[in-house]
């Protein structure tokens, strides 16, 4: 089994949600936690609906912003 800690909190498994980034130790794919928060649910109701931390959803962000951070897309004139 390939798992691999790919940001502190978020793992990738192949055998788990086809590979995307999840919180470490659950199903609970860090896109799903961005779309709730995207839709205005708080970090404690994302939590308790999915069975992780405030601190895990919390997490979910930072990693987003990292992945933003890298992207190398540019406006031009």
């Given at each position: 089994?390939?798992v691999?800690?790919?940001?502190p909190?978020?793992?990738?498994?192949?055998?788990?949600?086809?590979?995307?980034?999840?919180?470490?130790?659950?199903?609970?794919?860090?896109?799903?936690?961005?779309?709730?928060?995207?839709?205005?649910?708080?970090?404690?109701?994302?939590?308790?609906?999915?069975?992780?931390?405030?601190?895990?959803?919390?997490t979910?962000?930072?990693?987003?912003?990292?992945?933003?951070?890298?992207?190398?897309?540019?406006?031009?004139?």
């Amino acid at each position: 089994m390939f798992v691999k800690e790919i940001a502190p909190r978020i793992a990738v498994d192949e055998k788990v949600r086809f590979g995307k980034p999840v919180v470490k130790g659950s199903r609970v794919a860090v896109t799903t936690v961005l779309g709730h928060l995207a839709a205005g649910d708080t970090p404690e109701a994302i939590a308790e609906d999915y069975g992780i931390t405030k601190e895990d959803v919390l997490t979910c962000v930072a990693y987003a912003q990292h992945i933003v951070e890298q992207d190398q897309i540019r406006a031009v004139p």
